[in-house]
């Protein structure tokens, strides 16, 4: 912890000598895919650190509380073994608070490329157990897209990015190529149905939308996925440009699934993300 602490500190105070405030501010600004070699190498540090705190639900299982509905028979029955059978108090247990299971799905198609590179370093520090507001994580499901689906899971459970990125890259045999979304999920329904806990689970869909597969596969499986989770979030780069507008088939059908489009094109938006998420998902609440 020592370690990670000190190379932070390190990273920041090289961050902070190497650019002005107005290079800063820029950098934080700046596409991820307009970035020179040596910006997006230093991105894709500083991403590590940026917080994702996931929305949380009060699941069945119990622990001790003080504004509990039911009583906790078995401690109130130790304390008045302690006082000679007389209960001066009645303990409460209360619905345990834990973090909505998390199953993410990356486009690593050629338009992706460099996106998801980025994406995939910032998804594996911000959600990894022992990060800041993660670090009671529940379950996490990552998955990579293009003309195929990849189980990244085993990949994620490395504690060091580095070693996550080379993983990641020696199991996608798709990377760069197209994007054919429906029959991912065709893929991930028939082999990973499992992933999906419920209709908890939270699911991040990675993406700029531009699918070359057919809309009516699409349409099928993104109903199914809709049906079998709890909110579905499509985070789309292009979002940069101004008055962008899904028009593409692909991405029309995605957008009138997705509970809501957030965008993922910078440093900046990634350290909104968490708010953003938030409030597409209060209504939902309600």
């Known amino acids: ?10 990273q920041k105070i090289e961050f902070d000598a190497a650019m002005t405030a107005s290079d800063q501010q ?19 540090r500083l991403v590590r650190e940026v917080a994702l705190p996931l ?38 247990l209360t619905r345990r608070d834990q973090p909505v299971p998390l199953l993410v799905l990356v486009d690593v198609s050629g338009s992706m490329e460099r996106y998801a590179r980025l994406l995939l370093t910032f998804l594996h520090a911000a959600t990894a157990p022992g990060h800041g507001a993660a670090r009671n994580v529940g379950r996490r499901d990552v998955f990579a897209f293009g003309t195929g689906l990849t189980d990244l899971t085993p990949a994620f459970r490395h504690a060091d990015g580095d070693a996550m990125l080379a993983d990641a890259s020696a199991a996608i045999t798709d990377f760069a190529g197209g994007t054919r979304l429906g029959e991912a999920l065709h893929q991930l329904r028939r082999q990973h149905a499992r992933r999906l806990v419920g209709r908890r689970t939270l699911v991040l869909l990675i993406s700029d939308g531009l699918d070359t597969g057919e809309p009516a596969a699409l349409l099928q499986e993104l109903g ?24 593409a088939r692909g991405a029309e059908v995605l957008h009138r699934h997705a509970h809501g489009m957030l965008a993922v094109h910078n440093l900046e938006s990634l350290q909104q993300l968490a708010h953003s998420i938030a409030q597409v998902l209060q209504p939902q609440r309600r």
């Open 1 to 10: 912890a020592r370690q990670q602490h000190a190379s932070t500190q390190e």
């Open 224 to 247: 199914w996925l809709r049906r079998h989770c709890g909110q579905l979030l499509w985070l789309n780069p292009l979002l940069r440009y101004e008055g962008y507008r899904p028009s």
């Open 55 to 92: 929305p949380r639900y009060a699941s069945r299982r119990t622990c001790p509380g003080s504004r509990g509905s039911r009583p906790h028979w078995a401690a109130a029955m130790r304390r008045a073994a302690r006082t000679g059978g007389e209960m001066l108090e009645l303990p409460r």
């Open 26 to 44: 820029r950098l934080r600004r700046a596409d991820f895919n307009q970035l020179s070699a040596g910006e997006y190498q230093l991105v894709q």
